[in-house]
C-alpha cells in the first residue's frame, strides 16, 4: 500500500490546499435545495481539515474525528477564522463506538482505513447517526483497487455495496477504475465507488 496510510503528515502536505471533495459539495447541494443550509456534521478522518474546512466557513458545526493527532492539530489552527464550531477526537474508527446525531456524515477517502472486522460496525453507527432526510458524502474502495489485498483495508464487491447501499435514497454512486497517482505521486490502480446518500424520512 502507498505510504499515506503510515505517513500522515506527508500526506497532509502533499493535499494541503486542495478544495473540498466532490462528494461533499454534491451532498452540501442537496440539503441547501432542501431548505439546510447549515447544520451539524461528523467528518469521519478529517486530516488537516480538506473538508472540514469548507462546512465551517459555511457555518456548519463539524465533529471532526482521526486518528492521527497530528492532522487535528493542524486542523485546529486552520478553523480559528471560520464562522462554524469544530469539535475534535482523536480516535480510531476501530474504537468509536458512538457517533452523535448529525445532518452530515462526510468519509472522504478516508473509510478504507478502518480494519475490515470493524467496519461493519462503524457503518451501522453512521447510519444511526444521520437525522431522517441527512446526507451521507464519501468513498467505498473496490475491489480491483491496488490497495484491496491488503488485510488492514476494507474493500467491497460491487454485489457487497449494494448491500451496504440498501436502505438508503441513492443520490450519487459513481464507479471509478482507472491508472494513476496517488496525492503523493505514486503510481496507483484506482477502483473507487463515489457516494451520496440520503437516509430516508421516516
Given amino acids: 500500500m502507498d505510504d499515506a496510510s503510515r505517513d500522515w503528515q506527508g500526506y497532509y502536505k502533499a493535499v ?20 439546510l ?6 467528518d469521519l478522518g478529517a486530516g488537516a481539515g480538506r473538508d472540514t474546512l469548507e462546512l465551517l466557513r459555511r457555518g456548519w458545526s463539524v465533529l ?4 492521527a493527532a497530528s492532522g487535528l492539530r493542524r486542523l485546529e489552527q486552520l ?13 480510531a474508527f476501530e474504537e468509536v463506538v458512538h457517533l452523535p446525531s448529525a445532518d452530515l456524515v462526510n468519509a472522504s477517502f478516508s473509510l478504507p482505513f478502518c480494519q475490515p472486522e470493524a467496519f461493519p ?10 437525522r431522517p432526510g441527512g446526507r451521507f458524502a464519501g468513498q ?6 491496488d490497495w484491496a489485498s491488503d488485510p488492514g483495508i476494507s474493500a467491497f464487491s460491487e454485489t457487497e455495496v449494494r448491500s451496504l447501499l440498501e436502505g438508503y435514497q441513492l443520490e450519487r454512486v459513481e464507479e471509478e477504475k482507472h491508472a494513476g497517482t496517488t496525492a503523493k505521486g505514486k503510481s496507483k490502480f484506482w477502483h473507487l465507488y463515489h457516494i451520496v446518500l440520503k437516509r430516508e424520512p421516516t
Avoid at 64 to 67: F, Y
Avoid at 79 to 91: C, D, F, V, W, Y
Avoid at 121 to 130: A, G, Q
Fill in 16 to 35: 494541503e490546499g486542495r478544495p473540498p471533495r466532490h462528494t461533499l459539495l454534491w451532498a452540501l447541494e442537496a440539503l441547501e435545495i432542501e431548505g
Fill in 37 to 42: 443550509a447549515r447544520g451539524v456534521a461528523i
Fill in 64 to 67: 471532526a474525528i482521526d486518528g
Fill in 79 to 91: 478553523a480559528s477564522p471560520t464562522e462554524g464550531k469544530l469539535t475534535t477526537r482523536h480516535i
Fill in 121 to 130: 460496525r462503524l457503518w451501522k453507527l453512521i447510519r444511526l447517526s444521520l
Fill in 140 to 145: 467505498l474502495l473496490g475491489k480491483r483497487d
